[in-house]
Each structure stands twice: as structure tokens, then as C-alpha cells.
T-cell receptor, first 114, second 112 residues
């Protein structure tokens, strides 16, 4: 079975600070990896995805994530956060033999102080 | 409309009521999903439909009954729910197996 762990439940940063949110997964085979974001009062939106190729993936709004296979990690980064990045961030994994099953982490609530 | 839409956005129902949640996707996708999002819990997959056929039932109680009449529409029929079933119910769709999923805004359900 696949599982996803997000170690940081709450993160508070000031504007312009750098962001790194941790995501580790447990699955023995090939995986597809995703980060989703849920802004206050809005629905879940895809931030970025990794299927294959370059392990450094760039997404919308200046976010990027790096897939490190040896560490089973897919951490989300942004060099300089803005107040508008305040949201909840979810990491998700889909193992190659898991069909349509997407497993989500518990989420990380990010608050950016102006 | 574009994307994934869900109705109603808010629903309050008693434990003896019967109600249905509706989801519609305008993306031409072949797979649709129901998720439950509760406070302080990870997003829980409930059901998966692929080309209108149910492919996953994640040990969901029978008081939740899904229906997928075609690839664009998905329903969740509710009856004799419990207060602990109060949550945000999300619908999603994807093009094919393993691809990224697109989510609707959810239905905020309160069971009294």
C-alpha cells in the first residue's frame, strides 16, 4: 500500500521568506507525484506534477518541487513567498500499480504574514 | 461552465433524510472520484469510477451509495447518515488512470 507523510502541519512565514514543505511517500515502485493547493474558501487546485524525466519540476506561481528517489521525497519549494500564498498544501502519490488511487498526505497549513 | 461543478454547495440534513450530491465534469475525462475531507484528517478516497464502472469502493458504509450514469456525471446518494458523516465531500475527475485529478468546489454537508 502507498502512503504519504507531510511532517509540517503548520508553517508560519513572513513575506519574502523562502519556503520548503516536506513530503515523503512510501511505495516500492514507480510513482506519479503531485502537489495540490487549497486557498481559503476555494477548491483544491493542481500546483505541479511529476511523472518522469527531470526530477526538478516547476509549477504555477513560482513553485517547484524536487523528486529525490533515493529519499522517497518530493519537497515543495518557493524562493520568496507572498501573503497570497497563504493556503493549505497537499502532497499526493499515485503508484504505477495503484490504478486510479491517489493517496494524499495530511496537508500543511501555510500562513504568510504581510 | 468549465471544470468540475458540484451541487449543492451546502447541505444540512437530518439523520433520517435522503439526499443526493451531484457532480458534473466538463473536461471530457473518463474517471471520476468521490472524496471525503474532514477536519484534521487526510483527504479520504471513497469511490472511483472509470468509464462509468465502479473500480474502487474504499470500505465506505452502505449509507453512501454512488451512481455514475455517464462519464460526465457522478452522484452520491445519502441516507440515514450519522453526525460523524458531516464533512466536505469533493468530486474529482481525471483523463485516464494515474493522471492528475481536477477537483470541484465540494459540498459542505452537515448532519444533524
Amino acid at each position: 500500500a502507498q502512503s504519504v507523510s507531510q511532517h509540517n502541519h503548520h508553517v508560519i512565514l513572513s513575506e519574502a521568506a523562502s519556503l520548503e514543505l516536506g513530503c515523503n511517500y512510501s511505495y516500492g515502485g514507480t510513482v506519479n507525484l503531485f502537489w495540490y493547493v487549497q486557498y481559503p474558501g476555494q477548491h483544491l487546485q493542481l500546483l505541479l506534477k511529476y511523472f518522469s524525466g527531470d526530477p526538478l519540476v516547476k509549477g504555477i506561481k513560482g513553485f517547484e518541487a524536487e523528486f529525490i528517489k533515493s529519499k522517497f521525497s518530493f519537497n515543495l519549494r518557493k524562493p520568496s513567498v507572498q501573503w497570497s500564498d497563504t493556503a493549505e498544501y497537499f502532497c499526493a502519490v499515485n503508484g504505477e500499480n495503484a490504478g486510479n488511487m491517489l493517496t494524499f498526505g495530511g496537508g500543511t497549513r501555510l500562513m504568510v504574514k504581510p | 461552465e468549465t471544470g468540475v461543478t458540484q451541487t449543492p454547495r451546502h447541505l444540512v440534513m437530518g439523520m433520517t433524510n435522503k439526499k443526493s450530491l451531484k457532480c458534473e465534469q466538463h473536461l471530457g475525462h473518463n474517471a471520476m472520484y468521490w472524496y471525503k475531507q474532514s477536519a484534521k484528517k487526510p483527504l479520504e478516497l471513497m469511490f472511483v469510477y472509470n468509464f462509468k464502472e465502479q473500480t474502487e469502493n474504499n470500505s465506505v458504509p452502505s449509507r453512501f451509495s454512488p451512481e455514475c450514469p455517464n462519464s460526465s456525471h457522478l452522484f452520491l446518494h445519502l441516507h440515514t447518515l450519522q453526525p460523524e458523516d458531516s464533512a466536505l465531500y469533493l468530486c474529482a475527475s481525471s483523463q485516464t488512470q494515474g493522471r492528475e485529478q481536477y477537483f470541484g468546489p465540494g459540498t459542505r454537508l452537515t448532519v444533524t
